[in-house]
């Protein structure tokens, strides 16, 4: 995350008291982040009980998701052949996942708004890394419901799932991994799709489709999809290493026809080049940025 | 002073006909839901089929249907409801209220006219991707689309009698965000926007089938399935909407009429 967050060049202070040496631009982007943040999260609480209504209906719509699962696995005992803890594994691996980077960075789909009316253009006259100042804009803490719901889905799974799976170490600690670089990834995907807005200030909702979308794909087991659907979320959109491929390592499970089974260990590099991409992505977005002038 | 209201309509409609990416990327959106949600229903009915009623050809359109009218009969936020309330916020609802219009009736036809260009712009083509692509059922001839049409502008009218009625709830509050949230859930829950609702199990159905939201999805698309057959079964189907209708028409009505009775404008 720091690499994407710096990925926008800060400028330097007015005052230039800042030496070259001094200057480090992740902890700038950070410090900027949680000081932009922690303001709307002040903002936010003076309207506690609207705060409260919004927390419980973050959490309810996520719950949403989850109850369409248990109401399916109220007619049916498998789902293309997973039990119900296994779906629940998945569910709870992606919902966690997506929920932390939702958390962190919803807010840059508002951005297309921002370049629209022209106001994105004080944020850059502001001496803080753009990025981390955009995603940290109207940062709403209600979406600690997501990230909670998921977490709940998720020990729940693993208790149901405590004497299905042959437990090691690896696989253990597969799971908190899995949870990380899913919310890398996805974070990612919403930095690129941020930055696509710089040229479509309206296809805010086409980044949705991947993020909400793909996080929906996700809480089902790959083998309820079409093989050639399977295959564009391995090597075109590179969505299924949030949790399926390490998820069906867990559980025990052979990887998807066509994809080979070190790909289960292959996330945190997809996470990494999805950043590197994302970060080129924000770059060039920045530097071919032309303000609307109002 | 119905020509003002047609020309609010064609408003409507073309305001929102200006954003061109925008009904793109819905569309794209809408058709990825389509796939993903096919996939689980197919999985779904594989294991049981004739679940609720549906056969898997039935339940693929109803996927489809979903995904076409969800702008249209607002199963996800009514699309205008945001503007309303900040409108109520800010205090510009004085000038509103001052024009030779009924507000009720003048949010009503913007509405229509952006549900109309919805219906064109983003409804039509993911319904056509996915006959395409699943080979769904389709309804019986000319009679049964166009019997699915009047269900569907029924559907839209009643979302936006409900959406009114929420954004009224600003006047007393100024912050609408909570109560749009719980409408905005409650919409998603009960219209079937996840699930069909004769899926849902026992009395939890029974109980959903009966709520004004039945009207924005399950309704159309029972009628669009043909399940209501033809004469009195599809005038019950009809009734059931129009009941909803008055009933939340008038419960806005009355809301705005003790807002605007009591309620003292933001000003500034």
Known sequence: ?294 | MLRLYATVAAGGFRRYATYRVATLAGLFTNTVFGFVFSYTYIALWAERPQLGGYSMADALAYVWIGQALITVCGMMGGGFEAELIERIRTGDIAVDLYRPADLQGWWCAANAGRAAYQLLGRGAVPLVIGAFAFRFTLPAGPAGWAAFLLAVALGSLVSFALWYLVAMSAFWLLDGQGVVQVAWLAGLFFSGMLLPLNVFPGALGEFARALPWAALLQVPADVYLGRYGDGPGLLRAYGFQLGWLAVLLAAGRAAQAAATRKVVVQGG
């Open chain 1, 1 to 294: 995350m720091d690499e994407l967050l710096t990925a926008a060049p800060a400028e330097g202070t007015a005052g230039g008291a800042r030496t070259e040496e001094a200057y480090r631009p992740a902890a700038d982007a950070l410090r900027t982040y949680r000081m932009v943040a922690a303001l709307w999260i002040r903002s936010t609480m003076t309207y506690r009980a609207s705060f409260a209504l919004t927390l419980a209906s973050s959490f309810c719509v996520t719950f949403f998701d989850f109850v369409v699962i248990l109401l399916m696995f109220g007619q049916v005992r498998g789902l293309g052949g997973f039990s119900f803890a296994e779906v629940a594994f998945l569910y709870g691996t992606t919902g966690t996942a997506f929920g932390i980077a939702d958390l962190t960075l919803g807010s840059l789909q508002r951005m297309g708004r921002r370049i629209r009316d022209g106001s994105l253009d004080v944020f850059l006259l502001r001496p803080a890394p753009l990025l981390a100042q955009v995603a940290a804009d109207a940062f709403a803490l209600r979406r600690l419901g997501r990230v909670l719901q998921g977490l709940m889905v998720l020990v729940w799974s693993l208790v149901l799932l405590r004497d299905e799976v042959a437990w090691s170490w690896g696989r253990a600690l597969m799971v908190p991994w899995t949870v990380v670089c899913g919310a890398v990834i996805f974070m990612a995907v919403m930095v690129l799709g941020a930055s696509a807005l710089f040229w479509l200030q309206d296809a805010a909702e086409v980044t949705n489709s991947f993020t909400y979308g793909g996080n929906t794909l996700l809480q089902y087991p790959p083998t309820v999809f079409a093989q050639d659907l399977v295959k564009g979320v391995v090597f075109v959109v590179p969505l299924a290493f949030v949790n399926w491929l390490p998820a069906l390592y867990v559980l025990g499970r052979p990887a998807p026809p066509g994809v080979p089974s070190w790909a289960a260990f292959a996330s945190p590099l997809v996470a990494l080049v999805c950043c590197g991409a994302a970060g080129l992505a924000w770059r060039a977005g920045v530097r071919s940025y032309r303000s609307t002038g109002s």
